[in-house]
């Protein structure tokens, strides 16, 4: 058996990684990525996003704020059952 | 001083199960091989009394032969099963009368209309449920005069469901509960699951479908080929 346990558990157990999306007109956003909470920043064009482990919704929101920006879809995908499942079983597709 | 009667009764109690401090179901080391194939490679669990307990896996990862181990429908190679204080391999018989199991790919004789198939089922039971109650529960009322044939794939299935409650069991197996229902069916379906499960019914899920096991299940047991795949990391 791969693992055994609650579902919410079975995720944070794991410890996969939140992605945090928003898009901004910003230019330069190296500030967002000297953030602690912030493990990593990709950008394409307007849209931005955050992969962490922290709570990184709240803390990139108050950045947001502070400097400004308020994007109207900041959102947050937080991991499920379905990336714990892939993490213990492997993503190799089989019969 | 105590009569043979309390002493009969003494035995007796010690073989029935204790709700909250023993298992409802319990997994010992479970082997199962067909010829060379190793099914279920020793496992392990145990399910307690009135949780919702998802089975998940990759195709070939043994769950459906787990589940039919447990409910004596197959003979394990190696390992132990108790299942409300019961060994499916030599009490199957008197483990059908307590639990309900919903198969895949179950089928029924096609002019058989949906309250005689109900019907039916409920002949074999002891404590059997009413059908009117069980159709009006899985929504099958308007369907009740109808042949197996003509019902839908989403009527099949709420039918193959309410015929897993047939008996009043302590413990039911679903084995993907809502393979074809339309989202609305989906949700009633969950929905109807958790109040069974109030109603103190031990349930068994077994599932692909990873929202359905984060919505309903308790806990889960997430199988995979060999023992522990963590140990044995794979790239990608």
């Known amino acids: 058996m791969a693992a055994l346990d609650t579902p919410q558990r079975l995720i944070d157990g794991l410890g996969l990684a939140s992605v945090v999306r928003f898009t901004a007109s910003e230019p330069d956003l190296g500030w967002l990525e000297k953030l602690d909470a912030v493990q990593s920043l990709a950008r394409h064009a307007e849209a931005v996003e955050i992969r962490s482990t922290g709570p990184v919704l709240a803390l990139v929101a108050s950045e947001l704020v502070a400097h400004g920006i308020v994007p109207l879809d900041l959102r947050v995908e937080r991991p499920t059952v379905e990336d714990a499942f892939l993490a213990l079983t492997g993503r190799d597709v089989r019969g | 001083m105590p009569s043979g009667q309390d002493v009969a009764a003494g035995t007796l109690q010690q073989d029935r199960l204790e709700p909250g401090r023993m298992g409802v179901i319990t997994v010992d080391h479970l082997r199962k091989t067909y010829r060379r194939v190793v099914a279920v490679d020793d496992l392990s669990f145990e399910v307690e009394a009135g949780e919702i307990f998802g089975i998940l896996g990759p195709n070939g990862a043994g769950k459906t032969t787990t589940v039919e181990c447990i409910q004596g429908l197959r003979r394990p190679?190696?390992?132990?099963?108790?299942v409300l204080g019961l060994d499916?391999?030599?009490q199957a018989e008197q483990l059908r009368q307590r639990i309900g199991s919903q198969l895949q790919d179950s089928s029924l004789p096609g002019r058989l209309r949906v309250a005689e198939s109900i019907e039916l089922f409920a002949a074999f039971a002891r404590h059997p449920v009413g059908c009117d109650e069980l159709l009006?529960?899985?929504?099958?009322?308007?369907q009740r005069a109808q042949a197996f044939d003509t019902l839908s794939g989403g009527q099949r299935q709420r039918l193959f469901i309410a015929l897993a409650f047939v008996n009043s069991p302590e413990v039911v197996f679903l084995d993907e509960l809502t393979q074809g229902l339309d989202p609305q069916a989906r949700r009633a379906?969950?929905?109807?699951?958790r109040e069974i499960r109030r109603g103190g019914t031990t349930v068994v899920l077994v599932t692909h479908f990873m929202d359905e096991a984060e919505h309903l299940?308790?806990?889960v047991a997430v199988l995979d080929r060999g023992r522990w795949p963590r140990s044995t990391p794979r790239s990608g």
């Open chain 2, 77 to 82: 190679d190696g390992g132990t099963i108790r």
């Open chain 2, 88 to 90: 499916p391999a030599t």
């Open chain 2, 136 to 142: 009006a529960r899985w929504r099958l009322g308007d």
């Open chain 2, 189 to 193: 379906t969950w929905e109807l699951i």
């Open chain 2, 217 to 219: 299940c308790d806990r």
